[in-house]
């Protein structure tokens, strides 16, 4: 999954979402469970606390009694963390009666340090005991019926590490399973996103199959969201392939409507013998030559313009080992043809035939004997060398260079145009590969072409 792809954009986003949400809500939900866990602690404290209140009062007095055992024996064992007091609703006052655990101590008391009483006049608060213990501490005020009507203070403590034991085990569980489940989800999201994105992977795959030549439109069932796009390249496709067309038509008509003006310009010119008719046959000559150049470059644009074409190698090179065998059979040139089956090149046949074409006709032309042709893949199967071998004269690197530049002519002693080797350098170009030419191990000229495979 590459950093810049949308899958890893999904992904990172659904993850980091994910690592958000679950911590968030495991918060939350300790958050509400300790109150739930103290709501029933102080549940149990206000059960002793009115115990408490009603075992001191029950003879009806004006002051309260010693209050009998409240049934938890935790109240009997010294600093077990479970205490209770009776004292004056007054600071500084000493306790009138406590409980045998808490023996000659005395609570710290809520209503002391400020703390505010809730609707039924309890004040809560965790207050640090004897011992060190942290203590949940209830108090309540009770006024006795009687002249003097002095309120007085009761109070009920409970070790609040009960409270924080229950807590530490339910946020272990709660921890362990949102653990879980926040590695499921990422886990999930990680095979729902390459899912999800199953149906861009198979319009990459077309559009492949496209440029390749294996298909002429995107096709297949896909999803509503992609419906569009697949619609869109394929007007697209559709577009490329007409505007091509018509590039090769307009071409065409171009070179018909120039070059008829100029053969008649260059008759006429040849029933002259006066050096301005000389002039001008020299000059229509150059003319049909940069014509016919510039032309042919144009087709080429056009051609390398459409999609979908690729070209068997190996049938293209014996075909033309086969015609130049029998035009330079005076010659007797012999074609050695090394190119295995298989090899595609990524374009139109015609080009290809043109581009191996020169080179090969190049060869025979200044070979002595033997002419020798190789096809390769390269740099990863991307790419195709098509290399040509002569044991003719060769070039040196001045020659070399001059030979594929835009319509240079090295020999005016060998028939046609002159102009392969550039050609098939612009050719080349087009194609986003490249013509080089080297000294051949046979003594010769070496041509190496390298195209796009397909």
């Not at 009115?50 to 055992?69: E, H, I, M």
């Not at 008759?267 to 030559?289: C, F, H, P, W």
């Amino acid at each position: 999954m590459r950093r810049k792809s949308l899958a890893y954009r999904l992904f990172v986003s659904a993850a980091i979402w994910t690592l958000v949400v679950v911590p968030a809500a495991a918060i939350l939900l300790i958050s509400f469970y300790r109150q739930s866990v103290e709501r029933n602690f102080d549940a149990r404290l206000n059960a002793y606390l009115t115990g408490l209140v009603a075992s001191s009062t029950a003879d009806g007095g004006t002051t309260p009694t010693a209050p009998a055992n409240l049934g938890e024996p935790l109240f009997t064992i010294p600093f077990s963390g479970w205490y209770w007091q009776i004292k004056l609703f007054k600071k500084g006052t000493p306790p009138l009666f406590v409980s045998d655990s808490l023996l000659d101590q005395r609570l710290w008391l809520p209503s002391v340090l400020g703390a505010e009483p809730d609707e039924n006049l309890i004040y809560r608060a965790y207050m640090k005991g004897p011992e060190g213990q942290r203590l949940r501490v209830l108090e309540r005020q009770i006024r006795l019926e009687g002249p003097s009507h002095r309120p007085y203070s009761y109070a009920v403590a409970g070790d609040a590490a009960e409270i924080e034991d229950d807590l530490a085990d339910f946020t272990t569980m709660l921890i362990a399973a949102l653990a879980l489940l926040g590695f499921g989800l990422i886990v999930a999201t990680f095979f729902q996103v390459r899912f999800g994105l199953l149906p861009l992977r198979a319009v990459r795959e077309d559009l492949a199959a496209i440029r390749s030549g294996k298909a002429e439109y995107l096709e297949g069932d896909v999803p509503v969201e992609i419906q569009p796009l697949q619609k869109e390249l394929n007007a697209l496709i559709e577009s490329n392939r007409e505007i091509v067309e018509r590039a090769r038509t307009h071409v065409g008509n171009l070179a018909h409507a120039l070059k008829t003006p100029l053969s008649v310009i260059g008759n006429e010119a040849r029933g002259k013998r006066t050096a301005l008719a000389k002039k001008v046959l020299e000059q229509t000559d150059i003319m049909r030559t940069q014509i016919t150049h510039h032309l042919d470059r144009a087709r080429m644009v056009a051609r390398t313009t459409a999609l979908g074409s690729v070209t068997e190698v190996s049938e293209v090179v014996e075909g033309l080992k086969r015609a130049l065998v029998r035009i330079y059979s005076e010659k007797g040139v012999q074609i050695d043809i090394d190119c295995p089956d298989g090899i595609l090149f990524q374009g139109e046949r015609q080009d290809f035939e043109e581009m191996a074409g020169n080179l090969m006709d190049n060869a025979c032309k200044w070979c002595r004997e033997t002419v020798r042709v190789s096809v390769s893949k390269a740099e990863g199967d991307e790419y195709l060398v098509v290399t040509v071998d002569d044991d003719g004269p060769g070039l040196d690197e001045a020659e070399r260079e001059r030979a594929v530049k835009r319509g240079q002519r090295l020999d005016e002693t060998k028939p046609g145009s002159g102009l392969g080797l550039s050609i098939v350098a612009d050719l080349a170009h087009l194609y986003k590969g490249a013509l080089a030419l080297e000294p051949s191990p046979n003594g010769g000229l070496r041509a190496k072409l390298t195209l796009p495979a397909g």
